[in-house]
């Protein structure tokens, strides 16, 4: 929609636009069936599963006629605005009303799946999506025992559906949620507190397990029930989602020290930090990014092309909240370790965007000396151009001593300015850049090899041996006349 239309909307009056809309519904079954739902979803009575039953049964119907190959699609896009309509019912515990708009969804695609299976790409996506949403959904408020009941047994019966064609266990975490609610053996005593392990050791290799508990941690958040949710994720070790309910009820030293004793990545760390500075916590958010990034990933262990001290999206994070809050030393640090992390081009850019001008000299040496050291970096090359550091740039590629790509645009920047400066080294590399083209005959790639020959022979004029340069370019003609293609290429560098 343009931003007239939407201005002019804006100021039209309710009754008027009320009418456009009847008239337009009327004769328009798909947006009466969408405005329907919006509605519904918006009414403080409680919802009636048939309205969304309705639009479900619309959105898939194409699907339900094919039998050989579709030659419709479905509109995705319009199924997960559906399924996220539940989304404020299960921000505020309302289980019931997120239920008359998740269960039909989960029918809907149940039902077509025998038919639709065997040509899907990305529908079988929204399962999983289903599956945890309604694990959540028949823990809340409005959800009595028999209605779980009844929801266990209809998930049951769809998932018998969808496993004969192909996706195993596609609702398990919400067919347990629903069959146990809360009556799980032991689980009342963890919650308040007189437990301190969860899941117990008969279902703790329950490969489900952690689902069902994220389930009924979303639950007890979304009902206010604080206390359980803190005993409930501590018990079961989810050590993040237990610091960052500390530091939502303002336990912001406590969650501190949950980190501190408990946090092992840095994508909990990041989690947490965000939650301080959401809380106006700046101060303390920093402080625990800082500490973050020393956490070392199992990744960048044993690698010097991978140095980082943290994820990369913390180290990302940090450095951009560091950099908008003017605190240029941890802004600083943090562009470092995001460098060290990836060494792409772009990093190397941010680094130099957040530093001060006076202290960017010695950080460049520092992030040049790492980036040549390194074992690898894309964007090694481009970097070291950016910098005019030609020697470096050279060296770095004759000590790699792996194939390059003859493709690579740096490495042929590298090596047209080498051909002003250091003629021989250019020559000896573009060789190694075109012979393997031109001698196995890849005759897609003669284009590219010319580009190196062209390459040789400016190095050549620079060094002054044209003549050596025509003797090999007709040495060439001579060896390769066959090749027709590669030999009128080959004439028209005379």
Sequence with gaps: MSDDMEASLQALDP???????????????????????????MSP????????????QALLEPACRQREYPSCEIDEA?????????????????????????????????????????????????FPLLDGKIAQAVLMNGVSDESRDDFAAELSHWQVVVARYGIDDVFVTAITSAAQGWDEPGLADVMAGRGVVWPLAETRDWPDAARLTAARLASLEAMGRMSEF???????????DHAVMLAKQDLFKEALE???????????????????????????AFELADWGLSLRTSEAAGSKAVQTHGGQELAYWLREQA???????????????????????????????????????ALREALLAELIDADYGFDRIAILLDED????????VDRDGCPHSPHDIALMQLTLIAATRQPAWAIRFAWTMAGPIIEEGRSSRYE??????????????????TAAWRVFLEDLIERHRRKHKLRTMLEALR
């Design 15 to 41: 009754g008027i636009l009320a009418a456009l809309l009847s008239k337009r519904a009327g004769s328009d079954a798909d947006l009466r069936l969408w405005l329907g739902t919006q509605l519904a979803a």
């Design 45 to 56: 009575r409680p919802l009636d599963p048939k309205v969304f039953r309705q639009r479900v």
């Design 78 to 126: 319009a199924l997960e605005e559906l399924i996220g309509m539940a989304d404020p019912f299960l921000q505020r515990g309302d289980g019931g009303n997120a239920l008359a708009i998740l269960m039909p969804v989960a029918a809907g695609l149940a039902g077509i799946w025998p038919q639709w299976s065997q040509w899907d790409e990305t529908l079988h996506e929204f």
């Design 230 to 240: 803190l005993n409930l994720s501590k018990a079961s070790g989810r050590f993040c």
């Design 258 to 284: 949950v980190a501190r004793r408990e946090f092992h990545e840095s994508a909990s760390v990041l989690c947490l930090a965000k939650t301080l500075m959401s809380m106006g916590q700046q101060d303390a």
């Design 323 to 361: 950099h908008r809050a003017v605190r240029p030393q941890l802004a600083v640090m943090a562009a470092r370790s995001a460098f060290l992390g990836h060494l792409s081009r772009d990093n190397y850019r941010a680094a130099q965007g957040v530093c001060p001008a006076s202290a960017w000299p």
């Design 389 to 396: 550091r030609i020697d470096d740039a050279m060296a770095v």
């Design 448 to 465: 590219t090899a010319v580009q190196w020959l062209k390459i040789i022979m400016s190095a050549h004029k620079t060094a002054g041996s």
